[in-house]
Nanobody, 116 residues
Framework: QVQPVESGGGLVQAGGSLRLSCAASGSIFSINAMGWYRQAPGKLREFVAR???????NYADSVKGRFTISRDNAKNTVYLQMNSLKPEDTAVYYC??????????WGQGTQVTVSS
């Protein structure tokens, strides 16, 4: 089954940091972009951050200045460094792999819980 694999979630106090990792399932040459989305209880899944194969990044307004997306091409892995975490960042975080031919693959998600 083609699916990226997330890791790095956990419980952290407000103001703390976490780093999420996503190991891509496809070849780096087949991937158009990779991103992170999140879904809090009772809410729709929302965009968090994205990085294209060209290295361009974009972020949701709610995380700008606090979260940083990066990638390691040698490891075929994307990271989400999350600093200054807030209770409202609590959610299941999903990795998205957008392929060159338009198909999206999703990871199973990793829980991030920020306590106040």
């Amino acid at each position: 089954q083609v699916q990226p694999v997330e890791s790095g979630g956990g419980l952290v106090q407000a103001g703390g940091s976490l780093r999420l990792s996503c190991a891509a399932s496809g070849s780096i040459f087949s991937i158009n972009a990779m991103g992170w989305y999140r879904q809090a209880p009772g809410k729709l899944r929302e965009f968090v951050a994205r990085i294209t194969k060209g290295g361009s990044t974009n972020y949701a307004d709610s995380v700008k200045g606090r979260f940083t997306i990066s990638r390691d091409n040698a490891k075929n892995t994307v990271y989400l460094q999350m600093n200054s975490l807030k209770p409202e960042d609590t959610a299941v975080y999903y990795c998205n792999e957008n392929m060159n031919w338009g198909v999206d693959y999703w990871g199973q998600g990793t829980q991030v819980t920020v306590s106040s």
